[in-house]
């Protein structure tokens, strides 16, 4: 049962959409401080440097109590590719990575539409490519993201199975924007409670990334119609009162599938990313994904779902 406070703040929000979005796109998402401001922030229990070398702003956060050495994940934030900058990286996987007691890369990429697909595409390859260089192996890497990102960062590990490199550890994605073309259910029966989303929004982002209206059907564009065989553990979050609800429940169809061992959680009565909303039901969240994956990384001493 979702908590009386999330749902009191999740109807102020719904009933004042269009100021909550406009703040939220116009000003939190936008707002991109140098990396080594947001390194100087100490929050939920992480530090944080700045990462020289990947000509894109860049931060390593690692926890006050670290399980492995030899463990990284690799997070891909959200904004529907036209949005999002350190801080918000920074915001999204601390306490994520403070569960899971591993270190974490997270940067921000290029975004759309000046920078239309595959731009994002290449920085975070580049990003993971990083990592490999610093010694991570591929198996010991954890791919998180929420919304775009849970779409970029299935698209990192299609490109990464297509050019025969190990696959990673996992992904955990969190409301997953998987189905650009909407033809999902939810994007209709859930319009009018979704408190944060909006899907005219959504579809001219969409095309502004994909470059067009005809590719949005693209396993490229949209990874849920792409193949997922060989794909390691994934753990799918999504809130029951998102329009993205449907990408969430086709993609663990398509996963299962193709024989991928793929679990998705419906949040009862949450919102799009709720996880960084500071709700109970955000920190249960956030542990459950870091002890997933603690799980994949730490097998010896984490706890896998």
């Known amino acids: 049962m979702p908590t009386r406070r999330s749902q009191g703040m999740l109807g102020l929000i719904r009933s004042h959409k ?12 936008k707002i991109d401080p140098p990396a080594e401001t947001v390194a100087k922030l100490r929050m939920n229990g992480t530090s944080a440097e700045a990462v020289p070398g990947l000509d894109m702003p ?20 959200g904004g529907a590719y036209v949005s999002g900058g350190i801080l918000q990286c920074r915001t999204l996987i601390s306490p994520i990575c403070a569960a899971a007691q591993v270190r974490a890369l997270t940067f921000s990429y290029r975004l759309a539409p000046r920078h239309p697909y595959p731009a994002q595409l290449e920085d ?3 990003a993971y490519r990083y990592l490999r ?10 791919l998180v993201g929420e919304s775009a990102g849970g779409n970029l960062a299935l698209a990192l590990a299609l490109r990464l199975r297509e050019e025969g490199e190990e696959m990673p550890a996992a992904l955990a994605l969190l409301s997953p924007w998987v189905d650009l073309a ?3 259910d939810s994007y209709r029966e859930l319009i009018d ?9 959504l579809m001219k982002h969409a095309i502004g990334f994909a470059g067009s209206l005809e590719r949005l059907k693209d396993p490229d564009i949209s990874p849920v119609y792409a193949d997922f065989t060989g794909f ?8 029951t009162q998102e329009i993205l609800l449907s990408d969430s429940e086709m993609l663990e169809k398509a996963m299962l599938r193709d024989g991928v061992d793929a679990h998705l959680f419906r949040w009862a009565g949450m919102c799009h990313v709720f996880q960084a909303f ?7 969240a956030n542990r459950q994904l870091g002890q997933f994956v603690r799980g994949c990384l730490v097998r010896d001493e984490g706890e896998k779902i």
């Not at 500071?278 to 249960?284: I, L």
Request: hydrophobic fraction near 45%.
């Open 124 to 126: 975070a390859y580049r």
């Open 133 to 142: 260089e610093k010694g991570y192996a591929g198996g010991k890497i954890a």
């Open 193 to 201: 409670v979704d408190a944060t989303l909006d899907a005219e929004d």
């Open 58 to 77: 860049a931060l390593m956060v690692t926890p006050n109590q670290l399980a492995a050495e030899d463990a990284a994940i690799l997070h891909l934030h």
């Open 232 to 239: 390691p553990p994934v753990l799918i979050h999504c809130g």
């Open 18 to 29: 269009k100021l909550a979005s406009t703040v939220g796109n116009d000003w939190i998402m």
């Open 182 to 184: 909407q033809t999902g």
């Open 278 to 284: 500071g709700f109970e039901e955000s920190k249960a």
